[in-house]
């Protein structure tokens, strides 16, 4: 590693919550000058970057400096830390991420989530919904589950799970064991032909 990037890390020290000093920074540096630059911050401070960047920052500039540091499985990794450990977690975050990502990529980033904080994303998840067992239940069962990505659709099956869907929501049963059986594993295509039979009917 040149003594470029070794004073680089050593610049880093001391930004606190100078977002200036780390828009200079990152306007001015690639993707693979920052690989380095974390590496030898690691190297110097045993302490990681970006989760250094997590204590520092907060809001929108938070997440505009992980979009530019993070490959996207790492990316989604750290926004989804940040979103449940606050002092209020904001589950949208990890609905959000879980619902639009393939299944391969929300595994890449489950292990990338592992590989950073040394615990499973539904470990830390579970922990901060213990007060609403409903909520836990469906929320990381969601993140659990690893949906079938393809575009076949079972009619027929769709026709019989919305009758279940309806009767729990009838029932005000949103921790009915089937009924979060179907949203958490379901692919999105069945999803939506169970929807639809769900408002035809």
Not at 13 to 23: F, N, R, S
Not at 66 to 92: F, G, T
Not at 147 to 162: C, F, Q, S, V, W
């Amino acid at each position: 590693m040149n003594e470029y990037h070794i004073s680089f890390a050593y610049n880093l020290v001391g930004w606190g919550t100078d977002e200036k000093a780390i828009t200079n920074v990152l306007a001015h540096r690639n993707a693979t000058q920052w690989q380095q630059i974390m590496t030898v911050y690691n190297d110097i401070y045993h302490e990681d970057l970006v989760k250094r960047l997590e204590f520092e920052l907060s809001g929108d500039f938070e997440k505009a400096v992980y979009c530019w540091l993070l490959d996207p499985a790492d990316r989604q990794a750290v926004l989804a830390h940040v979103a449940i450990k606050k002092s209020e977690p904001n589950y949208h975050v990890i609905v959000e991420i879980a619902c639009v990502l393939s299944p391969e990529e929300f595994l890449a980033l489950r292990r990338a989530y592992h590989l950073r904080y040394k615990r499973s994303l539904e470990e830390d998840g579970v922990a901060t919904t213990s007060g609403d067992i409903s909520k836990s239940w469906l929320l990381w069962a969601l993140v659990s589950s690893f949906r079938y990505d393809g575009i076949e659709i079972n009619a027929r099956l769709a026709d019989k799970e919305a009758e279940i869907l309806h009767n729990a929501i009838k029932d005000n049963a949103l921790n009915h064991e089937e009924a979060i059986r179907i949203l958490t594993t379901r692919s999105k295509l069945e999803l939506i032909a169970t929807f639809n039979s769900y408002r035809d009917d």
